[in-house]
Every structure is written in structure tokens, then in C-alpha cells.
């Protein structure tokens, strides 16, 4: 199975947005103290370092790290209010995918510069600041089928965090059957402990979560929060979000 190959991209970390309060939603709902962040498919953006960007919304909340070298915004649609809960300490950050973007390596940093127009001086700034708070603390990488990876890498977890996988627009690269299987590898990673999901996908790729009624294909993601516990999948949808995450409506009631 394949969920991402090499690509030229960019450093995307809008998606921040949306994953620090789902994320905190999560471990606020175990009354985790400590998380350990397991990112499927290994974006080469902030996913594993959400706790440390401060995160700025259109509805006048401010979550994260306000001190940190990474500031980001995100506009709010409707009247839902964020969570207030903070993310708990990070003690591990996992990243798992076929060929994973290491940002300490010379190599895939002059990738990810490469993708951006000469032109885009800011942006390239922001990039730089971006890279060097994410090599001050990088993951461990797993290199292989990211599905099948997965039990692993949430037993690395250590026994006192709760493990929060995330996935963010990776399994739309692959057909339901294999996202189904994903599915079944969540539940054996989730023996003898609970784990937490937290996705952001297209209407209706991530099995399991609700699609609101939404259509296919309709230009949004749904972002999906489950909780696996003793064979159990608690799946929700709690949220709607745009462009990537630099748009999004939260549903549930904090």
C-alpha cells in the first residue's frame, strides 16, 4: 500500500489550525497529561509540532504558543467556539511514511525550498523560521507502508500518553479498501490502551466519520475526531474546514 510517495511540495502549516484543537478536544476527553503525536504519512509541514506555533483565530481566540517564533491565523465560519483546552506535553513525535521528509536533512530542505517561486520572498522567510523550529526537536521517521507501521509506532508511545494519530489529506491518496484496512490497524494498535484519531479529509474518505450530510467532492474537508478503546470506535465530526485549514467551523460544544 502506498498513502504518500516523494513529491515536490511545499512546507504547509495552515493545517495547525485545525489540529491543536482537535487534538487538545481529545485529550481533554481521557484526561491525558501527555501526548505522544503519530502523523501518517509524515507531512512535511508542523503536523508533529503543533504545540509549539501560536495559533491565532478570525473569532478572537488565541491558542498554542504565543512566545513562538511561529505565528499562524486561521478565519472562522459560524458561531461554534474552539476548544479552550491547551494540547498536554508532547513527549513523543512519530512521523511514518514510505520515503518521510526528514527536516534535518540538507537534501529535503533544498527540496522544499525549491517549490517555492523566487519571488516569494516572505513566504520563503517563513519557511526558514518554520524549518529551524522543527529541527530543533525532530521526529523519530519510520520508513515503510505507513498502515502497516502504525501499530508500531503508537507501542512507542510511552504507556502514560495517550497516542494521537493524525492524518491530514493522506488518505484520499488511496482506495477505500485500503482505508478500511487502516481502520483495522487503529484497532490493533489500540490493545491494552486507548488511541486517538484525528483527521482531516475529503466528505466521506475517512471511514467512519460522519459526513454531516455533506456531498462528496464539495469542496471541504471534514475533520473527524475518534477514540478507539477496547475494540470500541468512537467516531465524530467536529468540525468543517477550507484551503487547507486557513478557513474552518467548529461544531461540537467545548
Do not use: K
Amino acid at each position: 500500500m502506498t498513502i504518500t510517495r516523494r513529491r515536490e511540495q511545499s512546507f504547509e502549516t495552515d493545517r495547525c489550525a485545525v489540529l491543536y484543537p482537535a487534538i487538545a478536544e481529545a485529550a481533554h476527553r481521557v484526561g491525558a497529561v501527555a501526548v505522544g503525536l503519530v502523523d501518517v504519512g509524515c507531512s512535511p509541514g508542523l503536523d508533529l509540532h503543533i504545540d509549539r506555533v501560536g495559533l491565532t483565530y478570525g473569532n478572537g481566540q488565541v491558542l498554542g504558543d504565543p512566545s513562538s517564533p511561529v505565528q499562524l491565523s486561521a478565519a472562522v465560519r459560524g458561531n461554534g467556539r474552539l476548544p479552550t483546552w491547551a494540547v498536554p506535553d508532547v513527549v513523543t513525535r512519530i512521523g511514518i511514511g514510505r520515503d518521510p521528509v526528514d527536516v534535518t536533512d540538507a537534501d529535503d530542505v533544498r527540496r522544499l525550498r525549491a517549490c517555492l517561486a523566487p519571488d516569494e520572498v516572505e513566504r520563503a522567510a517563513r519557511l526558514d523560521v518554520e524549518l529551524a523550529l522543527a529541527a530543533t526537536a525532530p521526529p523519530l521517521l519510520l520508513r515503510g507502508d505507513p498502515v502497516e507501521l502504525l501499530p508500531e509506532a503508537v507501542a512507542r508511545v510511552p504507556a502514560d500518553a495517550l497516542p494521537v494519530v493524525t492524518t491530514t489529506w493522506a488518505l484520499s491518496q488511496v482506495p477505500l479498501e485500503q482505508r478500511l484496512r487502516f481502520l483495522h490497524r487503529l484497532d490493533d494498535a489500540a490493545a491494552g490502551r486507548p488511541v486517538a484519531w484525528v483527521s482531516a479529509e475529503g466528505v466521506g474518505v475517512a471511514p467512519a466519520v460522519p459526513t454531516l450530510g455533506d456531498r462528496h467532492a464539495s469542496g471541504h474537508s471534514i475533520i473527524g475526531l475518534a477514540l478507539v478503546e477496547q475494540s470500541t470506535l468512537r467516531t465524530e465530526a467536529v468540525g468543517r474546514c477550507w484551503s487547507r485549514g486557513r478557513l474552518l467551523s467548529w461544531l461540537a460544544d467545548p
